[in-house]
């Protein structure tokens, strides 16, 4: 008895069961694409991550790699950001100068042929939201821009364009300030968009709007609502809808004492602040566009080392995006970059890679390039949404306490069963650090209303602790990708009496219909569940990793 009791201890919640409806619910999403989960990558810095057509960078094409022939499609691109409003292009130019403040500030921008040609690195199905310059003020800058990446990216990827970046927080030197709002904005929007769709005579309508900054609460400038509402779709230019978030920041002390890992893992609060977006996506909805978050990430200013470059970051990104894709968020694209100085005269980090990066791709001093703790949240979403273009995703709430501790996701994939949910994800996000106290509390979840007294098979997102900053010990499915490939034996986990353990600080993906999906190159291994392996070994320390990256800056 006493032996029973001790085991069962950590597993608070033992056998708990979830209301998981057995036929498709009300509140199920829309079908979701297998490149829902895409990256922006800011502006300037596209060729340091995927190089040129004479020295490729091959990490960054075989970490997207592990995602696309899991998902089925690659992942979307959008080259944008902050520098994007002070680019030029110029044909004369190779591939790309970038003009710097002492300080490390990038204030120009000039691009040519060479950059557009790092596009056609990537799997030619990739989609790209290709970002023009509109803080410059001058449509001549603008449509420059657009002819050369629309003579260069076949129409097929060039899914659209995108007219600057966050222009809700444009400064008087970009705009008379005392006149630029959602009136103003969506006027000459609509002027630009129109003028350069005629130019290259282009009829349907192909640009991404708005991407502003702020939350969308009471005092925003310029929000969707604002738009749709002063009439921008009428333009005929309207492809899609886009918002940034980005719920922390290190821009100033008082927000960078907020941006901790217990406050970001945190599934209330992540589930929370994407409510805020929801009259935003119906804006969208009610003029017949999608709705994206064509930028975000956790913490702005380029991320806080010690939070999101540790696994922590892996199950936020899980948890944000597959609530995202819940409400009907169409694509969101994580932002990878480095930290620009000119964000914010107060803000914590010094020049160098953004720590909220799900993979570094070149070496600089004496940083290793390599996958990130966070790149494995990619390939469990990629795996979860699957690859039919049938997929729909709705949130479950488990009862009690652990409603607020436990992202849960079930996911209808017609191509699976149309009735019953294929896949279930199960986010524990209570907290365990690499130094807490053993044994690591664990929830168990009774899978038998779903699947009768079966056993089902899982994959599993996990490390020694939440605070982990070592790729090389984060593993999905048994498997660490610090280096692009998979290392280690695939680990497809079978839980006996349909009884899934999460161990705080991991997450699983169960398939309840039809077998384990994903590259297919693994070789099942038998498990109870409950115990992932942390994965300790690899050839590169954590501490290693963590240190200066100067020296790369000048790319
Ligand atoms: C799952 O575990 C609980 C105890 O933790 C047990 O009561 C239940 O019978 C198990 N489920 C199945 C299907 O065996
Ligand atoms: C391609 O990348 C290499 C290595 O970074 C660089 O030396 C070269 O100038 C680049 N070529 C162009 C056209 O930008
Ligand atoms: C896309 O790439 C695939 C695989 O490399 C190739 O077979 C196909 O011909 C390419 N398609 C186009 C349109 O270039
Ligand atoms: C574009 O604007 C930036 C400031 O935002 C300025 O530094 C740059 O000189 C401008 N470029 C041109 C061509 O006007
Ligand atoms: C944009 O505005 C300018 C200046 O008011 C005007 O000359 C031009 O015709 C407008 N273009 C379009 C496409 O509406
Ligand atoms: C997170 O949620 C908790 C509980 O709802 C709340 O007390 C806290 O203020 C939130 N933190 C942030 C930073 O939003
Ligand atoms: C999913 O949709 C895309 C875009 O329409 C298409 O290219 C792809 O073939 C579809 N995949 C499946 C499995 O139907
Ligand atoms: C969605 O519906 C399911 C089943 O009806 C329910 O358990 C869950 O709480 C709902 N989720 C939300 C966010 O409304
Ligand atoms: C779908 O799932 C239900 C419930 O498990 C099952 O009865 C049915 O046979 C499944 N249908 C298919 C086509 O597998
Ligand atoms: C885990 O580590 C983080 C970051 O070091 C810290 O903020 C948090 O308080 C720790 N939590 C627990 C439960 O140890
Ligand atoms: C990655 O590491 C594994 C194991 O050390 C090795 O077999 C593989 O060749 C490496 N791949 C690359 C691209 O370096
Ligand atoms: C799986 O095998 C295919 C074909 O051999 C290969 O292209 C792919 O990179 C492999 N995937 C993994 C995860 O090793």
Redesign the pocket.
């Known amino acids: 008895m006493l032996c029973l009791l001790l085991l069962a201890a950590p597993a608070l919640g033992a056998g708990t069961t979830l209301p998981i409806p057995t036929s498709p619910p009300p509140n199920l999403s829309a079908y979701v ?2 490149s829902f989960a895409s990256f922006s990558i800011e502006f300037a810095f596209f060729p340091t991550f995927f190089g040129n057509t004479s020295a490729p960078n091959q990490l960054s094409l075989d970490l997207v790699q592990r995602i696309t022939e899991r998902a ?2 690659p992942p979307s691109f959008r080259p944008g950001g902050i520098t994007v409003d002070s680019s030029i292009y110029d044909s004369s130019v190779a591939g790309l100068d970038l003009d710097e403040s002492s300080t490390g500030g990038i204030y120009r921008t000039t691009y040519g042929p060479g950059y557009l040609e790092s596009l056609a690195l990537l799997d030619n ?1 990739t989609q790209f939201v290709f970002d023009l310059n509109f803080g410059n003020n001058s449509l001549d800058i603008a449509l420059a821009e657009a002819q050369a990446a629309f003579q260069t990216v076949p129409s097929g990827q060039l899914w659209a364009f995108e007219l600057g970046n966050e222009p809700d927080q444009y400064n008087s030197e970009q705009r008379d300030t005392s006149t630029w709002d959602a009136a103003t904005y969506t006027s000459e929007w609509v002027n630009w968009t129109s003028s350069i769709q005629s130019s290259l005579g282009i009829d349907a309508p192909r640009f991404v709007a708005l991407g502003a900054a702020e939350d969308p609460t009471s005092t925003a400038l310029i929000t969707t609502v604002d738009v749709v509402a002063d009439g921008i779709a009428q333009g005929g230019t309207v492809k899609a809808f886009s918002q940034h978030m980005y719920q922390y920041s290190t821009c100033d002390p008082v927000r960078n004492a907020l941006a901790t890992l217990p406050n970001l893992i945190n599934h209330a609060n992540i589930t929370a602040y994407v409510d805020e977006w929801k009259p935003q996506i119906a804006a969208a909805q009610s003029v017949g566009v999608p709705f994206i978050v064509g930028e975000f990430n956790s913490v702005s200013c380029s991320g806080k080392t010690g939070v999101t470059d540790t696994f922590g970051q892996a199950l936020w990104i899980a948890d944000t995006m597959l609530y995202g894709a819940s409400v009907n968020i169409s694509k969101m694209f994580l932002h990878q970059g480095a930290v620009l100085v000119f964000q914010s005269n107060l803000q914590a980090n010094t020049p160098g890679f953004s720590h909220y990066d799900t993979w570094f791709p070149v070496t600089s001093g004496t940083t290793s390039p390599g996958a990130s703790p966070s790149f494995v949240a990619y390939l469990l979403l990629a795996e979860a949404i699957g ?4 997929t729909r995703i709705a949130p479950v709430t488990a009862p009690g306490d652990l409603g607020s501790t436990l992202g849960a996701y079930a996911i209808w994939d017609d ?1 699976v069963n149309a009735t019953a949910p294929s896949r279930l994800v199960l986010l524990n996000m209570d907290i365990f650090n690499i130094t807490s106290p053993s044994p690591r509390p664990a929830v168990t979840i009774d899978l038998s209303p779903l699947v009768g007294q079966g056993s089902v098979t899982l994959k599993r997102m996990t490390a020694p602790g939440l605070d982990e900053n070592d790729p090389t010990a984060v593993t999905w499915s048994g498997q660490q990708f610090y280096n692009g490939t998979a290392v280690g034996q695939e680990s497809v986990e079978t839980a006996a009496a349909a009884n899934v353990t999460v161990q705080a600080s991991e997450g699983v993906l169960v398939f309840l219909q039809g077998a384990a999906s994903g590259a297919g190159n693994g070789t099942s291994t038998g498990s109870t569940g409950g115990s992932g392996s942390g994965g300790s070994g690899g050839q590169t320390s954590g501490a290693s990793r963590r240190a200066s990256i100067f020296g790369w800056w000048r790319v």
Not at 387 to 390: E, I, L
């Open positions: 694409s297998p089925g499609a199905r690859a039919s273009n049938k191509a």
